[in-house]
């Protein structure tokens, strides 16, 4: 029988690298094609922890997610979001 869990965890680990080697991708582009984003992933690792019984808080899910702290990685990678994007992102209301 496959241990599904040793699976899961790697491909996971394997997600995590890939959006590493894709800094260029932000978070709006990922949300806008996907929705989600690396801040989902930091909670969605959150809430996992929480059903484990870990006690674990935003920050240090996201330094996980990013690989550093993430007010570093918005210092270094994240660049304003364009007009075209946030219309995406907020589309209006009727």
């Known amino acids: 029988m496959t241990d599904t869990t040793a699976i899961e965890a790697a491909v996971f680990r394997r997600l995590l690298e890939h959006l590493d080697s894709r800094k260029d991708v932000q978070n709006i582009e990922l949300m806008n094609l996907a929705g989600f984003c690396r ?3 930091a909670k969605w ?3 996992a922890a929480d059903q484990q019984g870990v006690k674990m808080d935003q920050a240090e899910a996201r330094e996980i ?3 550093m ?3 570093e990685w918005k210092a ?3 660049s304003e979001a364009t007009p075209e994007q946030l219309a995406r ?3 209006p209301k009727d």
């Open 45 to 47: 690792y959150v809430a």
């Open 65 to 67: 997610v990013y690989g």
């Open 76 to 78: 270094k990678y994240q």
């Open 39 to 41: 801040n989902c992933l």
């Open 69 to 71: 702290p993430y007010d």
């Open 89 to 91: 992102f907020n589309p």
